[in-house]
């Protein structure tokens, strides 16, 4: 899972979501979820699945690239 978790970013502003409540839902620090919209970091498998679940979207939806 490499170079498009921007997604997540563009997801969050779709839900009218912050980092800080998504932070929150998944009793994470705000600080990770920020590294994940800016491509600093990435989540696991297990916890980009949680992040789905949590935003009501499929995984696919979350990581899915737009130029493929």
Known sequence: MTEDLN???VILAEKKKSNK???EQLNIG?????KWCTNRSQPSLDMATRIADTLGVSLDELVRRENA
């Open 30 to 34: 705000q600080a990770t979820v920020s």
């Open 7 to 9: 997604r997540l970013k």
């Open 21 to 23: 409540w998504l932070s």
